[in-house]
């Protein structure tokens, strides 16, 4: 597991990609419709990079022995003055083939300790209602904070409610 800069990120672009690719063929909402072209995602994640070398966005990787990455998380900090003490956490992903072994877990817990570390005392995310996610939020002491209904459309097309969630850190 590794907190990767903006050079990373771009230089990994195509391995983070495979990963999204992955992610959303297996019909999980992450903002793209199935099936999301290889090189779609690796243009997406190289805005990333732009975003994480302009200290935006935070992102961790996790690689396997051959290269590949297997799971990945990012915190987007609001650039906004009245808003620093938050950030969003957005892409929890593991690939399909690396899930149910606790990379999840560890993807999440760093995150949140990078963010507390930091000076960020509150985290949110919103997560597809009834997803796999939930259960890690729940178990990781997230709070429910309410549903919005057709919020987003699912990789399949169809218009899903997504669930709120968000945590506070100790100062
Ligand atoms: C959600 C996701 C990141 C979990 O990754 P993972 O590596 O399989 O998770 P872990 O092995 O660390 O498991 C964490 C917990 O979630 C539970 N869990 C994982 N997958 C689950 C599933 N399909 N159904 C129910 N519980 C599940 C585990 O049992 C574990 O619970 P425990 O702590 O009580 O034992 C992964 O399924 C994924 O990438 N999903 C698609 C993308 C997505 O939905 N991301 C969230 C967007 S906000």
Known sequence: MARWNGAHVRAHAPQLAELLADTVDGGASVGFLAPLARAEAAAWWRERADATAAGRLAVWAAVDDSGRVTGTVSLAHPDKPNSRHRAELVKLMVHRTARGRGLGRLLLATAEEAAAAAGVTLL????????????????????????????????????????????????
Do not use: F, M, Q
């Not at 890690?136 to 169809?158: F, H, K, M, N, Q």
């Open 124 to 171: 949110h995310l919103d997560t597809e209602t009834g997803s796999p996610a939930e259960h890690l939020y729940r178990a990781a002491g997230w709070t429910r904070a309410g549903v919005i209904p057709d919020y987003a459309l699912s990789p399949a097309g169809e218009l899903r409610p997504t669930t709120l969630y968000y945590k506070r850190l100790a100062e």
